[in-house]
């Protein structure tokens, strides 16, 4: 590949394809990294995928070429109508798009499509795997993709979690792909492991029969008579197993163990085994001394058929509460709203946003007290309810007092197990209350071990006990060091995915009467009412599961390394050099401002790997070596990259300097890492336009060229995925390439001059394209920069010593993909020439109207609309009286998020706003303007029209109309046509401006000239 010569992400890329195949990863469980170990923001595969190969790959130069390398990488778009069964039991149609072919689907990952994007790139590279660096690798899906590619790939992250994570994501499976090793001896004795193993064979029935008593496991239940199976040809199946077979097999030995440990403080009466315990935290009521429960809900199953309930009731002395179940709890007649009015009420808990309220005397304890009592120690907790598995589902359940009683003793044994592991119980420290959110502190958890229960900190601890015996006992089998390395590290991955489940910090789920987990969120809230899952059992959370999740993620990426080379992880940071011009391309997504206190969170886990880990390798010990993961280093000037002010005093300016300051000097490091023809694409998951800019202008100060820029959807949303896609666009992945040496300084009326003319060509294509929304905004940001960042300084020509910032160059770009939006809306999609002359407001509120309606918006595209019309959301909202907030983060699809319990989410903005209706707009200002001021916004002079003829007074309407000289207003009249297009069928705003329209039309002919339409 020439040194000079394009990208395909440079000229194109399968947008929508990749956009779609990403949202559906979302719903993939088994075998995708996101359920190997918890990390926040993994960024999509089929997202990474498509930006590493259409980076790596050069541009076939021609139209037809690249259409079918787009369709081989992307696949092609079709609508499929599905019906879908509605509560009622109704059927709907429903129509969605999704991809055919193409190699960024789930599953489509392993194809003869993606071994010849494997050949084509090492061919683009001279027969050698280009070398990827990821220097913010995090749960590393940008290097777990380039591996796939047949990359050399580096992978870097400053947290040892991150790093632990990336050794298994990339290196164990690379190391261990295509090798066997004969199962040990415990397992092949193991009826019920080798049955498992044989069936995920494909044996069944008397094949597997046949093999199960080769192995002498005929059972109880199995024909002994081995004549009857004599004839049958069966295929031998090898006890020779893979990795993930190990990790099974080693899994299977530690539960034995900790169940001989563990069984007697989770028994099971009446045979139903125990899933989990409810409890609720207490605190004394300030007033009778009562003991009161904090419960959020006394809801323990709300389905559609089935609902249950905890009963409270003070008890005979007032001095706490009598539990009791309530089973089938009516359903109240009426609206949803009734409905749901009722069910509050019914399983109404003590809790609210005032406080606590004492079910005893009424009395309200306020937040402010409880955190007193946190802090003190006075808080207590009551086990409220029992969930066991029945013959017909779940059971609710009052303790009994042997299983009162089992939970307290389990804090008897904690100090001589502990005594046995490494670093002893975890008293490390909570981060302090004030860091990013962390609730807890608040509450007196001020030592990550206060956030279990005793008998979870001593299942844990058993855990941990014995995978660390796991290392011992694999070497007597004669497994090699690697081995004993890989299996102890998912063993220790399995530990971590279910301190995940079993913290005092997870909730029952009342939909879907299973466990939820501690990470939904990526934020350390305190819960008051919390379930305590019973790791031994068989439903979901418990330890079997957790090591079934990750084998299979295991399994996954041994098929990813079957074509691999040697992978490297590294832990360190990334403002450090890396090896000077070596890489061909660094593909990354760098931690954002203050979106995730992604060390602080992870400590949950830190503290338990280092723990299970110790002893394992001098490499792995000297990166647990600390109690807890790095911040930031005051004194060497280096640590973790995020804008938290608690690190800084509190001080806010010198935190947000600090990570802009860090992330200037990483982009540098990466300068000099990348060769001189490499690419540098960085990932930029939100998208407040000057936070935004702030980081472009450093990529550029660092010495590179912008020259492209693809905005992926990566998050589903809910109730806005039907309003417009594009307000769910996650994510903008920048492309960027190094600016020539004998670059010179520009002028800015060059600039823009030229911007302006390549800009045009462009936009047509995005269009074209189909991108719309702010997704087109952010589409047309990279090539217009490319014009740009050519030049290492753009200079004013009529401010001598002043220089262009990218802000203001930004600010002429979004400007003119506006006006070309809105001249397409104005002209009905058909024409081709944007807009000139309609002032801001107006522009803006074509924008939004167009792209949202009037529906409740996320504010972030917004933001950028108004930034694009040189207005921001506060004036919006209070000058202009266009937008209404209309609250928080979406809360009521919470019950149904995570409905498998594995799901992450990610960053984003949480206000929500949508544009007033007309009729909302009454201020008696509104549509006119000050003598000397400039006239009023024309969507204002439109809605004052609306108002006037809604009061059917012509002659008031006709005078407006002549004073702000309307009637031979060319955008005027075009405004009206697209504001009638826009609005509701039959609706009163439609009707009215049809009135208006139909009037001035009547008054008088138009003039001939179009105005206000630039080419
Ligand atoms: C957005 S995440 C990366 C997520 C990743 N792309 C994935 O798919 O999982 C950003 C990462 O930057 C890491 N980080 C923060 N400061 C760093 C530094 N100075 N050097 C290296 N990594 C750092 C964080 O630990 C975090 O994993």
Same mark, same amino acid.
């Given at each position: 590949?020439?040194?000079?010569?394009r990208?395909?992400?440079?000229?194109?890329?399968?947008?929508?394809?990749?956009?779609l195949?990403?949202?559906?990863?979302?719903?993939?469980?088994?075998?995708?990294?996101?359920?190997?170990?918890?990390?926040?923001?993994?960024r999509?595969?089929?997202?990474?995928?498509?930006?590493l190969?259409?980076t790596?790959?050069?541009d076939?130069?021609?139209?037809?070429?690249?259409?079918?390398?787009?369709?081989?990488?992307?696949?092609?778009l079709?609508?499929?109508?599905?019906?879908? #069964?509605?509560?009622?039991?109704?059927t709907?149609?429903?129509?969605?798009?999704?991809?055919?072919?193409?190699?960024?689907?789930w599953?489509?990952e392993?194809?003869?499509d993606?071994?010849?994007?494997?050949?084509?790139?090492?061919?683009?590279y001279?027969?050698?795997?280009?070398r990827?660096l990821?220097?913010f690798?995090?749960?590393?899906?940008?290097?777990?993709?380039?591996?796939?590619?047949?990359?050399?790939?580096?992978?870097?992250?400053?947290?040892?979690?991150?790093?632990?994570i990336?050794?298994?994501?990339?290196e164990?499976?690379?190391?261990?792909?295509?090798?066997?090793?004969?199962?040990?001896?415990?397992?092949?004795h193991?009826?019920?492991?080798?049955?498992?193993y044989?069936k995920?064979?494909?044996l069944?029935g008397?094949?597997?029969?046949?093999?199960?008593a080769?192995?002498?496991?005929?059972?109880?239940?199995?024909?002994?008579?081995?004549p009857?199976?004599?004839?049958?040809?069966? +295929?031998?199946?090898?006890?020779?197993?893979? %990795?993930?077979w190990?990790?099974r097999?080693?899994?299977?030995?530690?539960l034995?163990?900790? =169940?001989?440990?563990l069984?007697?403080?989770?028994p099971?009466?009446?045979?139903?085994?125990?899933?989990?315990?409810?409890?609720?935290r207490?605190?004394?009521c300030?007033?009778?001394?009562?003991?009161?429960p904090?419960?959020?809900?006394?809801?323990?199953?709300? #389905?559609?058929?089935? +609902?249950?309930?905890?009963?409270?009731?003070?008890?005979?002395d007032?001095?706490?509460?009598?539990f009791?179940?309530?089973?089938?709890?009516?359903?109240?007649?009426?609206?949803?709203?009734?409905?749901?009015?009722?069910?509050?009420?019914?399983?109404?808990?003590?809790?609210?946003?005032?406080?606590?309220?004492?079910?005893?005397?009424?009395?309200?304890?306020?937040?402010?007290?409880l955190?007193l009592?946190?802090?003190?120690g006075?808080?207590?907790?009551?086990?409220?309810?029992?969930?066991?598995?029945?013959?017909?589902g779940k059971?609710y359940?009052?303790?009994?007092?042997?299983?009162?009683q089992?939970? !307290?003793?389990?804090?008897?044994?904690?100090?001589s197990?502990?005594?046995?592991i490494?670093?002893?119980?975890?008293?490390?420290?909570?981060?302090?209350?004030?860091?990013l959110?962390?609730?807890?502190?608040?509450?007196?958890?001020?030592?990550?071990?206060?956030?279990?229960?005793?008998?979870?900190?001593?299942a844990?601890?058993t855990?941990?006990? /014995?995978t660390?015996? &796991?290392?011992?006992a694999?070497?007597?089998?004669?497994?090699?060091?690697?081995w004993?390395?890989a299996?102890s590290a998912?063993?220790?991955?399995?530990?971590d995915?279910l301190?995940?489940?079993?913290?005092?910090?997870c909730?029952?789920?009342?939909a879907?009467?299973k466990?939820?987990?501690v990470?939904?969120r990526?934020?350390?809230p305190?819960?008051?009412?919390?379930a305590?899952?019973?790791?031994l059992?068989?439903?979901?959370?418990?330890?079997?599961?957790?090591l079934?999740?990750?084998?299979?993620?295991?399994?996954?990426?041994?098929?990813?390394?079957?074509k691999?080379?040697?992978?490297?992880?590294f832990?360190q @940071?990334?403002?450090? $050099?890396?090896?000077?011009?070596q890489?061909?391309?660094i593909?990354?997504?760098?931690?954002?401002?203050d979106?995730?206190?992604?060390?602080?969170l992870m400590?949950?886990?830190?503290?338990?790997l280092?723990?299970?880990?110790?002893?394992?390798?001098?490499?792995?010990?000297a &990166?647990?070596?600390q109690?807890?993961?790095?911040?930031?280093?005051?004194?060497?000037?280096?640590?973790e990259?995020?804008?938290?002010? @608690? +690190?800084?005093?509190?001080?806010?300016? #010198?935190? =947000?300097a600090n990570?802009?300051?860090?992330?200037?000097?990483?982009?540098?490091?990466?300068?000099?890492?990348?060769?001189?023809?490499?690419?540098?694409?960085?990932?930029?998951?939100?998208?407040q336009?000057?936070?935004?800019?702030?980081?472009?202008s450093?990529?550029?100060?660092?010495?590179?060229?912008?020259?492209?820029?693809?905005?992926?959807q990566?998050?589903?949303?809910?109730?806005?995925?039907a309003?417009?896609?594009?307000?769910?666009?996650?994510?903008?992945?920048?492309?960027?390439?190094?600016?020539?040496e004998?670059?010179?300084?520009?002028?800015?009326?060059?600039i823009?001059?030229?911007?302006?003319?390549?800009?045009?060509s462009k936009?047509?294509?995005?269009?074209?394209?189909?991108?719309?929304?702010?997704?087109?905004?952010?589409?047309?940001?990279?090539p217009?920069?490319?014009?740009?960042?050519?030049?290492?300084?753009?200079?004013?020509?009529?401010e001598p010593?002043?220089?262009?910032?990218?802000?203001?160059?930004? +600010?002429?770009v979004?400007?003119?993909?506006?006006?070309?939006?809105v001249?397409?809306v104005?002209?009905?999609d058909?024409?081709?020439a944007?807009?000139?002359?309609?002032?801001?407001?107006t522009?803006? /509120?074509?924008?939004?109207? /167009?792209?949202?309606?009037?529906?409740?918006?996320p504010?972030?595209?917004c933001?950028?609309y108004?930034?694009?019309?040189g *207005?921001?959301?506060?004036?919006l909202?209070?000058?202009?009286?266009?937008?209404?907030?209309t609250?928080?983060?979406?809360?009521?699809?919470?019950?149904?998020?995570?409905?498998?319990?594995?799901s992450?989410?990610?960053?984003?903005?949480s206000?929500?706003?949508?544009? =007033?209706?007309w009729?909302?707009? #009454?201020s008696?200002?509104?549509?006119?303007?000050?003598?000397?001021?400039?006239?009023?916004?024309?969507i204002?002079?439109v809605?004052?029209?609306m108002?006037?003829?809604? %009061?059917?007074d012509?002659?008031? &309407?006709?005078e /407006?109309?002549?004073v702000?000289?309307?009637g031979?207003?060319?955008?005027?009249?075009?405004?009206?046509?697209?504001?009638?297009?826009?609005? !509701? $069928?039959?609706?009163?705003?439609?009707?009215? *401006? $049809?009135?208006? @329209?139909?009037?001035?039309?009547?008054r008088?002919?138009?003039?001939?000239y179009?105005?206000g339409?630039? $080419?």
């Open positions: 590949m020439a040194d000079d010569q990208r395909l992400i440079e000229v194109a890329f399968p947008l929508k394809q990749t956009s195949d990403s949202v559906h990863e979302k719903n993939v469980r088994h075998g995708h990294i996101s359920t190997l170990h918890i990390w926040p923001a993994r999509p595969l089929a997202a990474s995928r498509a930006a190969i259409a790596l790959l050069p076939p130069g021609n139209a037809a070429e690249r259409q079918q390398m787009l369709e081989k990488l992307g696949g092609r079709v609508t499929r109508v599905k019906k879908k #069964k509605l509560p009622d039991g109704r709907e149609e429903q129509t969605s798009e999704e991809t055919e072919g193409g190699i960024l689907h599953g489509r392993s194809s003869a993606l071994d010849w994007f494997r050949e084509q790139i090492r061919a683009a001279g027969g050698r795997a280009p990827v990821d220097p690798a995090g749960g590393g899906a940008i290097p777990l993709e380039a591996m796939r590619l047949g990359c050399d790939v580096t992978a870097v992250d400053i947290n040892p979690v991150a790093w632990f990336l050794k298994c994501t990339l164990y499976p690379q190391r261990l792909a295509h090798q066997l090793h004969p199962l040990p001896d415990f397992a092949l193991s009826r019920e492991f080798m049955e498992g044989f995920a064979k494909g069944k008397a094949e597997l029969q046949v093999q199960l080769g192995l002498g496991l005929n059972g109880e239940d199995t024909a002994t008579s081995q009857q199976l004599t004839g049958i040809r069966t +295929r031998v199946v090898s006890a020779e197993a893979d %990795l993930a190990h990790v097999a080693w899994g299977w030995w530690v034995q163990q900790a =169940k001989a440990d069984a007697r403080y989770y099971t009466s009446d045979d139903k085994p125990t899933v989990a315990y409810l409890w609720a207490t605190v004394t300030k007033n009778c001394r009562a003991l009161v904090l419960l959020k809900t006394r809801w323990l199953c709300k #389905k559609d058929h089935k +609902r249950v309930a905890l009963t409270m009731e003070p008890n005979a007032r001095s706490g509460v009598v009791g179940i309530q089973y089938d709890v009516p359903v109240t007649k009426g609206t949803t709203a009734q409905r749901n009015e009722a069910d509050k009420h019914a399983g109404g808990g003590t809790m609210s946003h005032s406080g606590v309220t004492c079910p005893c005397c009424g009395t309200i304890i306020k937040m402010e007290d955190r009592e946190g802090v003190s006075r808080i207590g907790a009551i086990m409220t309810a029992v969930v066991v598995d029945g013959p017909h059971e359940r009052l303790p009994t007092e042997d299983e009162i089992l939970a !307290a003793e389990a804090e008897k044994e904690i100090s197990l502990f005594a046995e490494p670093f002893g119980l975890p008293e490390e420290p909570l981060p302090a209350k004030e860091a959110g962390f609730r807890v502190p608040l509450y007196g958890f001020d030592k990550w071990y206060k956030l279990f229960t005793p008998r979870q900190l001593l844990l601890g855990f941990v006990k /014995y660390r015996t &796991v290392r011992e694999m070497r007597t089998e004669g497994y090699t060091d690697v004993v390395e299996v998912y063993l220790a991955v399995g530990i995915k301190t995940d489940y079993i913290a005092a910090l909730t029952w789920h009342l879907g009467e466990m939820s987990h990470f939904v990526f934020a350390l305190v819960n008051w009412d919390y305590e899952l019973n790791p059992s068989d439903s979901s959370g418990n330890y079997r599961a957790c079934e999740w990750v084998s299979r993620v295991v399994e996954a990426n041994i098929q990813a390394a079957q691999a080379v040697e992978p490297h992880a832990r @940071s990334a403002i450090l $050099e890396q090896n000077s011009g890489y061909d391309a593909v990354t997504d760098p931690p954002y401002y979106a995730i206190p992604y060390s602080d400590d949950f886990f830190y503290v338990w280092r723990r299970t880990l110790h002893g394992l390798t001098p490499e792995i010990d &990166v647990f070596a109690p807890l993961s790095p911040k930031w280093d005051h004194e060497r000037n280096d640590g990259l995020i804008d938290d002010s @608690s +690190r800084f005093d509190g001080d806010k300016h #010198k935190s =947000k990570y802009e300051n860090g992330m200037a000097r990483v982009f540098q490091a990466c300068h000099r890492a990348l060769a001189p023809a490499g690419r540098l694409v960085i990932v930029f998951a939100h998208k336009p000057d936070a935004w800019e702030t980081l472009v450093a990529i550029i100060r660092a010495g590179f060229v912008v020259d492209g820029s693809w905005p992926i990566t998050e589903m949303g809910n109730r806005t995925r309003l417009s896609s594009a307000a769910l666009s996650s994510s903008v992945w920048l492309v960027c390439k190094k600016r020539a004998t670059a010179r300084p520009g002028w800015d009326t060059r823009l001059e030229e911007m302006q003319e390549q800009i045009i936009l047509r294509d995005f269009w074209d394209a189909g991108i719309r929304g702010p997704d087109f905004v952010w589409a047309a940001t990279g217009a920069l490319e014009v740009y960042s050519q030049h290492p300084v753009v200079k004013k020509t009529n010593g002043q220089a262009l910032s990218v802000s203001e160059f930004l +600010r002429h979004r400007r003119m993909v506006a006006d070309f939006v001249g397409r104005l002209s009905h058909g024409g081709v944007a807009v000139s002359g309609l002032d801001d407001v522009t803006y /509120y074509l924008l939004h109207r /167009y792209n949202f309606g009037m529906a409740s918006v504010i972030g595209p933001i950028l108004a930034v694009s019309c *207005l921001s959301d506060n004036a909202i209070a000058r202009y009286d266009l937008l209404a907030k609250g928080g983060q979406e809360t009521e699809d919470d019950e149904d998020e995570d409905a498998d319990g594995e992450e989410r990610e960053e984003g903005t206000s929500m706003v949508r544009l =007033k209706q009729n909302q707009r #009454k008696a200002s509104l549509g006119y303007h000050a003598p000397d001021m400039p006239p009023a916004p024309l204002d002079q809605h004052r029209l108002h006037l003829w809604r %009061l059917g012509v002659t008031r &309407v006709d /407006y109309l002549d702000h000289g309307l031979h207003h060319q955008l005027f009249h075009q405004l009206l046509q697209a504001l009638i297009e826009m609005a !509701a $069928e039959a609706s009163e705003e439609r009707s009215l *401006l $049809e009135s208006i @329209s139909n009037h001035v039309e009547q008088g002919a138009l003039p001939v179009p105005l339409l630039i $080419e």
